[in-house]
């Protein structure tokens, strides 16, 4: 299959801004997954809910949401507009909707790789005079890596896949904000199927990939 330069090119662009996406949650994605599987707290299970909404309302509600905060007649969007920071219609917007659709999954796939952890090596630690940031990080962290890994795999594997957030936040402008999801849509709109065909190959190939090592680094947790 030869792919046209444009298919390699809506292709590297959702790779690179999917991935920044996944970095870019990263570290927030592992601090509240470590609160909820390690803390207690008045209406963290509603703090729980708001987080993980986005797994269950229609993306285009969600793209929606971010329209309504970061369009320039909104407080927040007016705010960054003045100091030259672009979100709607952008490469960052497509970057905001990949890490909010995909940030709690991170969150829960985390979470659960935090629970697994016996709290008891944790403790032993803190008997001994290590400080709770240096249990984070000598402990626990090595301990539940592979399911961090596995999470921030899910994730990115979601920020591929983003569609209707996407398309509201951002548009769907061809080598500015067209990802791979979105560049199957118009193809087919278009009549284009053979690129359609070439990018649906891709998905499902880079979605496999992702999906297969993400379980099989849980499995190998679990056995661990």
Known sequence: MILSFETWQITIFSLSVGLASTLLILPFGIATAWLFARKEWPLKSVLETIVLLPLVMPPVSTGLILLKIFGRRNPVGQWLYERG???VFNWKGVLIAMAVMSF???VRSVRTSFSEVNPRFEQIAATLGASSLRIFFVITIPL??????????????RALGEF???????????????TLSLAIYSFVQLGKDSDAYSLLGITVALAFLFVWCS??????????
């Not at 209707?164 to 067209?178: D, E, M, R, V, Y």
């Not at 379980?215 to 661990?224: D, F, G, I, Q």
């Open 144 to 157: 539940a890596y592979k399911g961090i890994i596995a999470g921030a795999l899910l994730a990115f594997s």
């Open 164 to 178: 209707g957030a996407t398309i509201l936040l951002a548009g769907n402008i061809p080598g500015k904000t067209q």
């Open 215 to 224: 379980e099989w680094l849980l499995r190998s947790a679990k056995k661990a």
């Open 85 to 87: 920071v672009e979100i």
């Open 104 to 106: 709690p999954l991170l």
